[in-house]
């Protein structure tokens, strides 16, 4: 007997598809607005300041921080999302490019949770710890969360090169969302400069490194959100339509 | 008797994302240049002071080694664009030359500011010093490939009125690094304070 195919999950593709957006409003809410990143603490800040600030927003941080840790995980599904629209593009499965993506979106999300967790205990423990260790949990996790770029890097730099190979005369994700992918990671490489500034557009709360780098992600995100789910309701639509000219086509041929 | 007159067709140069590219870095870069100019005006002495430990020969020379390097490049699209493609690569191989000459000029230039002790944390005006420029550095390392992909191509007889678009968007690519250090060196090198 022949096997029969197994049907796609669309279900739960665009569930994963939809965690995207759950991702982006999460964190410009519980990160950027509670927890006070918009903006961030200057990292010029003395160590009282930072413990200052840790004790006055405390619950706010104590929140926003704790939700973000959950949060954190919808990157890795919204990536998975990705990678699948991806492989409908190169080499199903075997595709270099979804693979990276996948692991990339994956491996992102460890030091946007690491950082979550570390600005989560300064808030915990202020009562109990010293201004100066306070001081290190803050200056520490800016430094992981932004100095993994590279890893987001290859990422985006595997979608927008998948994407602009798609030979769709509409294209899934239009060439703009890649080459904007391609500024993103272009922005990213002075991001480097941040242990060696306090002040400036370098520091991690610069106007360069904060206010130019995060933004162009942030549209980043959005932008591939808004063209994935898109691309997994129309692929969808399309195996549809073909399953009907299919079934339309073994029909005729019975009645011959 | 009516005439037709066949409208020229209109066309953005190269492909149409690599504006957007571009227009970003573009963007980017003119955030950094305000954030340069805003830092000055706090600090005009000692900016005044830092720019006149830069070589401006150097800095003179790096402008001719990549004007130079973006004719050349010029010459190599226009080239495949009427299909004299057996000239594109040697356009191609001189304006990389001339690109991996500014890295080597560079590397010089570094190495001198280092043996004399300045570094990035020597103060604000070398702050941006190092990371323009540097920047910009990063930029003519991704040009640099770019052109190398591009001459193998050439060379391999992988350049054809069908795919020249892409070799004009790395053109443009190309200007734009070109673009961007005609105005780091008057920016970093020439501008006196009043």
Not at chain 1, 29 to 44: D, E, H, K
Request: glycine share 8%.
């Amino acid at each position: 007997m022949a096997a029969q195919p197994v049907p796609r999950q669309y279900a739960m593709w665009k569930l994963m598809a939809w965690s995207g957006p759950i991702f982006f409003i999460g964190f410009f809410v519980m990160w950027g607005l509670l927890a006070r990143n918009f903006p961030p603490m200057a990292a010029s800040t003395s160590a009282e300041g930072m413990w200052e600030h840790y004790k006055n927003l405390q619950m706010e941080i104590l929140i926003g921080m704790s939700v973000c840790i959950v949060l954190g995980s919808c990157y890795m599904t919204f990536g998975a999302a990705v990678s699948r629209v991806m492989r409908r593009i190169e080499d199903g499965e075997e595709g270099m490019l979804s693979n990276i993506e996948m692991l990339g979106s994956t491996i992102t999300c460890c030091p946007i949770i690491v950082a979550c967790g570390l600005w989560l205990t300064g808030g915990l423990l202020v009562d109990s710890l010293a201004p100066e260790t306070i001081q290190m949990l803050y200056m520490g996790a800016w430094m992981i969360i932004d100095l993994a770029y590279m890893v987001t890097s290859w990422q985006i730099i595997a979608c927008s090169v998948c994407f602009m190979r798609d030979k769709r005369e509409k294209k899934l994700v239009p060439n703009y969302v890649s080459w904007w992918g391609f500024v993103t990671v272009a922005s990213f490489f002075p991001v480097s400069l941040i242990p060696f500034f306090k002040t400036g557009p370098f520091a991690f709360h610069g106007l360069f490194n904060f206010w130019v780098a995060f933004p162009t992600w942030y549209i980043w995100i959005v932008l591939m959100s808004i063209y994935v789910i898109k691309a997994v309701y129309r692929l969808e639509a399309e195996e549809k339509a073909s399953e009907s000219v299919s079934a339309g086509l073994r029909g005729a041929s019975a009645t011959a | 008797m009516s005439s037709v007159v066949a409208a020229k067709e209109r066309r953005i140069p190269g492909v149409e994302g690599v504006w957007v590219f571009v227009g970003a870095d573009m963007f980017f870069f003119a955030v950094l240049f305000m954030s340069f100019m805003m830092e000055r005006a706090k600090a005009v002495e000692t900016f005044e002071a830092s720019r006149l430990l830069l070589n401006q020969d150097i800095g003179g020379i790096n402008t001719l080694i990549l004007l130079t390097s973006s004719w050349l490049v010029v010459r190599g699209v226009q080239a495949a664009k009427v299909g004299d493609y057996d000239r594109v690569p040697r356009f191609l191989l001189g304006g990389l030359l001339f690109g991996v000459g500014f890295l080597v000029s560079k590397v010089f230039e570094y190495g001198a500011k280092f043996g004399a002790g300045i570094t990035p944390v020597s103060n604000d005006f070398f702050m941006f010093y190092f990371a323009l420029t540097g920047i910009h550095l990063l930029h003519v390392i991704g040009g640099s490939v770019v052109l190398l992909v591009f001459y193998l191509r050439a060379r391999g007889n992988r350049i054809n009125a069908n795919n020249v678009a892409h070799l004009e968007a790395g053109g443009i690519y190309w200007h734009m690094v070109d673009l961007l250090w005609i105005m780091l060196f008057p920016l970093l090198y020439l501008l006196k304070a009043l």
